[in-house]
């Protein structure tokens, strides 16, 4: 017998967090995330999404009172589907398919009292550029803002009745292997014109990058026909946000006369500071993250945001820009691979940018869906 608990108490909320932490306690791979990035998505005080959606969290109590499993189920109004779609996601389980099975009705239910007729999971209630999708290849050490679970967790979800919606690709590539001979031939040609000129971003000019960034973007991601446009004041209050992380020798802008034409944005992977610390952020956590960042090697950067404007596309500055980038971190920083934040492979475009860079997948993530209507066609995500 189980019975489900709506997270409401400071007991309830902890167990939240701690269940996983005993779950993945002999997974040698599993990083804690932390706590506040948890807690933030259930705080209507943090998260906009509430202003046009509910969200409610469930643990889930065996017969000796132990917790065999925990989700959070949730409407986002902003998340448009051809069916109105909710989300589950945070779920953990143990090894167990009826339990599992139990925590997919309860959601299921949850939702169809709302109106939905779809699920995906596992997502987040926000943003997808953190906690979304199940892995399904690559069990390795999840980047900061990653999911991470067992290799069962796909069987648990596809033995249930979820299909793929999307698969999400990350790219990666080692800092010092082989580059490609068309980054270094168009490097050499770039080179050797007087207009064109690369610089890493540096934290004393901040104001200059944010604005040289969105507008980059804003005209690199309209031409994909995809993506928000971005506005400078956000841009630099997020950088400001990064800037206690920001390594000044691997993000680049590349310039013509001046001109912000191209720019390749990398983060170190604070999971590598962030898994000593077992979730927590307080005074005493904050004062050894800093000791850990100062005196442990981060081996691992990730990669942003990748974008050239139209005028200069498929002219090989990218490769100029990596290329410089390239040699002038290989000298500077103690970073041995690179990992791009995942791309769904409805976005062929993108897929096809992250290719040409010379990267490799080496993780995959999934996005499924369950359709309520069993007799419903299932459709994939649609290209664009």
């Known amino acids: ?30 990083i804690r995330p932390r706590n506040i990035d948890i807690e933030d998505i259930f705080n209507p005080q943090k998260n906009k999404f509430f202003k046009e959606g509910e969200c409610t969290r469930f643990l889930f109590i065996n017969k000796n ?12 109004k902003t998340y448009l589907q051809q069916q109105p779609t909710g989300g589950i996601g945070f779920f953990d389980c143990i090894n167990d398919q009826e339990t599992a099975d139990f925590i997919f009705d309860y959601c299921k239910n949850w939702l169809q009292e709302r109106g939905m007729e779809a699920m995906d999971g596992p997502i987040n209630f926000g943003e997808r550029d953190k906690f979304w999708g199940l892995v399904i290849e690559g069990f390795v050490e999840p980047l900061y803002g990653m999911n991470y679970n067992f290799p069962y967790y796909k069987d648990l979800f596809e033995n249930y009745g979820f299909k793929i919606y999307f698969e999400q690709l ?37 104001e200059k990058f944010a604005a040289d960034f969105t507008e980059i973007y804003n005209k690199a991601w309209a031409a994909h026909g995809e993506g928000k446009r971005m506005e400078t004041s956000k841009v630099l209050k997020m950088f400001k946000t990064m800037k206690p992380i920001i390594n000044e020798h691997i993000s680049w802008f590349v310039y013509e006369n001046e001109k912000p034409v191209a720019m390749w944005m990398n983060l170190p992977d604070t999971n590598q500071w962030f898994k000593y610390l077992n979730g927590k952020f307080g005074i005493w956590e904050k004062l050894k993250f800093l000791w850990i960042k100062k005196f442990r090697k981060n081996e691992k950067m990730v990669g942003l945001v990748f974008g050239v404007i139209p005028e200069w596309q498929k002219r ?61 066609a299932f459709e994939r995500h649609p290209e664009l």
């Open 1 to 30: 017998m189980i019975i489900a608990e709506e997270v409401l108490n400071y007991s309830q909320k902890k167990e939240f967090l701690e269940f996983p932490a005993r779950l993945y306690q002999s997974d040698k791979n599993y």
């Open 170 to 206: 990350c790219f990666s590539r080692p800092i010092f292997g082989d580059v490609s001979r068309v980054f270094t031939v168009m490097h050499a040609k770039h080179s050797k014109n007087p207009d064109i000129s690369a610089k890493p971003m540096t934290n004393n000019n901040l």
């Open 316 to 376: 090989g500055l990218e490769g100029y820009m990596i290329w410089e980038g390239t040699q002038h971190l290989r000298k500077h920083t103690d970073f041995k691979v690179t990992e791009m934040q995942w791309i769904g492979d409805f976005n062929p475009k993108m897929i096809k940018i992250a290719e040409n860079l010379d990267t490799k997948v080496t993780r995959k993530l999934a996005t499924y869906r369950y359709l309520f209507n069993r007799t419903q």
């Open 65 to 76: 009172n132990e917790t065999v499993g925990k989700v959070a189920v949730f409407i986002n």
